[in-house]
């Protein structure tokens, strides 16, 4: 069964829908994050939770 971490994004209203883009793109090719969820409230502020696989290394004899 895969097991992941999880990082979560807290980014205010005023932010764009590009800077929003931009901030998240980066996360996901350069830190191999990839979008889990994202909830934006009412006053246009947005939570994000981004994922990504925790690879254990197995010990080979």
């Not at 889990?36 to 197995?58: E, K, M």
């Amino acid at each position: 069964m895969a097991e992941y971490e999880y990082e979560q994004l807290w980014m205010p209203r005023g932010t764009t829908r590009g800077d929003a883009r931009r901030v998240l793109t980066d996360r996901a090719e350069y830190g191999h994050w990839e979008l889990a969820r994202l909830r934006l409230y009412p006053d246009g502020s947005r939570r994000v939770w981004l994922r990504r696989r925790v690879i254990r290394a197995v010990r080979t004899a």
